[in-house]
C-alpha cells in the first residue's frame, strides 16, 4: 500500500513538473514575440496546448509568470559562472567564462532577447535583482580582476569594461540572430557557427587582457 502512494506522489509531482516546464517554455516564447504587454495568459496557454486555467493554477497571475521565467534565466546563467579569486589563473578563468557565454547565447537564443527586452524597457521587474545581486556579482569579479592587473596578470586596468566586452559580444549571437543569420544566409545557427565565433572570440579578448 505505500509502495502505491509512493508511486501516486511521484505520478502527480511528474506531471506538475512537466506541465510548469511546458508552460514556461512557451512563455518564453511568447513574451519575446509579444512582448510582456502584448502577451497574454490565454496565449501561452494555447501554445502550450493546456487551460488556461492550469497556467493561473501553477502561475496565479501573468506578471508572476515573466518574473518566474525571468529568475530561470538567470539562475541557469548563474549557474555556468566560474568561480574566481585572485590565485586563480586569468587564462583559465576568462576562456571558461567566454566560453560558457557563448554556448548559452547559442543554445537559448530567446532567454538573451527575453533578458535584452526587459533591460532595454527600463528592468522594470529586475531592478531590485540588478541594483543587488547583480552588482555585487560584477563588483566582485572586477576587485579581482584589478588585483590581477596589479600583479601584472592581466593587461587590463578597467575590469568592467572587460565585462561590458564579453557580454557584449557574446550575447549579441543571440539578441541579434536574425540580422546575423540574415548576413550569412542561413536560416539557423550550427555547431560550425558556434566554434568560429570561439575561435575569434577567444584568442581576440585575451590577447587585449595580455594572455597570449
Known amino acids: 500500500m505505500p509502495e502505491t502512494q509512493t508511486s501516486s506522489h511521484r505520478s502527480q509531482q511528474d506531471i506538475r513538473e512537466y506541465n510548469q516546464q511546458i508552460i514556461l517554455q512557451s512563455a ?3 513574451f519575446v514575440l509579444q512582448g510582456y504587454q502584448g502577451a497574454t495568459m490565454q496565449a501561452i ?5 493546456l487551460p488556461k486555467a492550469n497556467i493561473h493554477y501553477y502561475f496565479k497571475s501573468k506578471k508572476n509568470l515573466y518574473k518566474t521565467v525571468l529568475m530561470g534565466i538567470i539562475e541557469e546563467w548563474n549557474a555556468g559562472l566560474v568561480t574566481m579569486s585572485v590565485d586563480s589563473d586569468p587564462k583559465e578563468v576568462l576562456t571558461q567564462f567566454i566560453s560558457t557565454k557563448l554556448e548559452q547565447a547559442f543554445k537559448h537564443p530567446n532567454r538573451h532577447k527575453l533578458f535584452a527586452l526587459e533591460v532595454i524597457g527600463g528592468a522594470p521587474h529586475l531592478q531590485t535583482f540588478m541594483a543587488t545581486t547583480m552588482k555585487a556579482w560584477a563588483t566582485d569579479k572586477v576587485e579581482v580582476m ?5 600583479q601584472g596578470k592581466i593587461r587590463v586596468a578597467d575590469p568592467m569594461q572587460l565585462l561590458f566586452l564579453i557580454w557584449a559580444t557574446t550575447q549579441h549571437y543571440a539578441e541579434f540572430e536574425t540580422e546575423i543569420l540574415g548576413l550569412m544566409d542561413k536560416q539557423a545557427y550550427d555547431e560550425t557557427d558556434k566554434q568560429r565565433a570561439i575561435d575569434f572570440l577567444l584568442p581576440f579578448i585575451l590577447r587585449g587582457c595580455g594572455l597570449e
Do not use: T, Y
Open 28 to 30: 518564453e516564447e511568447e
Open 45 to 49: 496557454a494555447d501554445r502550450a496546448g
Open 146 to 150: 584589478k588585483v590581477w592587473h596589479s
